[in-house]
């Protein structure tokens, strides 16, 4: 099995991506999976094609995609990318999108198919925090899976796709005036580790608790 | 003008639920438009057909339905609902629904036709904050988001719709261990009424800064 | 009975002052006690001056200062004053003093005289949320408190006093990008005449559980 | 120069005290001083008690008792501790002592004589979160800290004492229902030895801005 896991370059103002740093952390073969690494620019539309190239020349059988959520407590699968852009500041290139369509001919959200609920309860089993977000936002971290997820469905490829949010690590709040939750490198990278091990193990997702009351 | 506002009995063991004392605050009458007010139960599809059936009965020009988001800290209205119930607690009939669409037949999911940006910027002109929220969860709050729309959207009416999440009372935290943001009462009907105030003065949004990074 | 209720203005860049908002907002007499109501400047000395001489003047039995404590949830009356100023910010006429004592002769600290437990009983029965603080900061407010009760000490007066931190109002936190908590002006006003009444009406504080495990 | 660094052990319910795993990890000598090592129990007195009996065989030059603070994001060393036992739970013996001084002929509150800001620094400098803590709490933690500086001062020693307050670990928020901030052990133990490393190169402490307004 081959799973594709891509990584955003710094933006917003901060010098480091974690989920770029704990991406270069992780092992290059996973229960028996290999591992491709690809960075994507934080930048709308480029970030799709160059993932989607990724997945013309790679043919994973599973991407996941990493972004970082300043501010969230733990990591975060992804349940759904809605077909929005609505971007609160300019992307890496300049680009600031409000409330416009990410593809005229898209859904209006797709699905997860990555087993969410399956790689919560292997990061929490191995002693990291973790549960399902009902939301990735509008900038580009739901572009990008919007983005990914609506090239497999129009092309019919038989390829597993979804994103995972991860908080700031300690280096990256040091000098904030609010308070602000963090990971470190080292464990985002092992939650990661084992968010790919439940993708290779559960072809379909596991049924347990854990939606979101609001 | 017609509004049909909707708001939820108490539910999760509250004593109350502050959208159903707040809209019982609010004017029958705001610049113009009459307000009709329908009590819904917080149990899953038995909420759409209550929902439905004063759509029916009262053809309203619009629907806002209102809902208890304890934790949250400002108004926010809903941008999308989407096909999915996934239970972390029991309705008040005690069904837990774990990871099933709504309707086999709906979109992925449907986006607020209420102006969204426009409710935020008249609230917070009110001195109240507010923020546009880009999820419902996966409880009943959600789930009637998503029926009200999918109703109009089948039916092909030409009706408005959406849903705003209001924080807790002050009442309601007294008691709780962990620090909870609150909002009297009196401000969430203000809120609510600003709310109407823009769906009637906004039969398009505006186009303003709101989204979220993630 | 005569109680002095002190109040600061603006300060850190804020317009208005909750505290000083909601003082104007009391009632002159609760409980059959005369309330007598104090600006102090947001200014390190300054503040403990025109609140030592309106003591000298007013002879009130009980001295209860409120200041705005931006970020909390609650309305906190504070347990203890340190002989410590350690200022993050300026004050309102640029003093910015690093680890240094209030008074050489006084006291490491001074424990409030009002009954806190009491008050935070009589606040939580009258629907609004309110807890014991053990800590009043380093800037002003910790100051004033410390004056206060550094001047009753000395002159061995027979005086009660200390103070209450309240949250920012709604207007307040419209605009921050963080997320922030805040009771209405209204409310707060309604907390701290419950306040005044138990201060008017416990001459010793009750036993009740109330601290904090850090 | 020789240390002595105390930890707690798990209370409250917990399955660790990250303090006491932390300080496990925490190399035995640092910057040339000897760290001694010593655990002791969650209980008004006989934390004191075993505490006060080390620095009497060890006779360290500096004593730093470290402890969980569970829902606080950084490192964070007391300014000061208060002659004041105020508990919410029940100690690991069952006490529960309620608005009552530590010691009767105490002072009202000793400050700590660590180079708090230096510590501050030195960390932060190091890529981890902190910050000085105005408060260590009612219960054991700042009963412990009071008792260590009343015995220093009492006996008129020439040793420096002080407080330093952590985090959860990953492993004890995994499972709460409320998101909570966490470091993980590792990071607490390098924190640690940082602070260590400040107290041996800063008999004095720096003067730098670190004070709370609130």
Redesign the interface.
Known sequence: MKILVTAFDPF?GEKINPALEAVKLMKDEIVGAEVVKLMVPTVFRKSIDKAVKAIEKENPDAVLCV????????LSPE??A????????EDNEGN?P??EPIYKDG?????STLPI?AIVKEI?EG????S????????V??HLMYGVLYHIAKNEKNIRGGFI?VPFT??Q???RL???????A??IARGLELAVKAIVENEE?I????????
Do not use: W
């Open positions: 917003g972004g970082q959520a300043g501010g969230r407590f733990d349940r759904v809605i077909n929005m852009d609505d971007s609160r500041i600031q409000i409330d859904d209006s959200a797709y699905f609920k929490r002693g990291l925090p973790a399902v977000s009902n939301t990735a936002g509008t900038f971290c739901n949010h300690p280096e709040v040091v000098n609010t308070p602000s939750p963090y990971m470190s080292e464990d997702d049924s347990e608790i854990g939606g979101k009351i609001h």
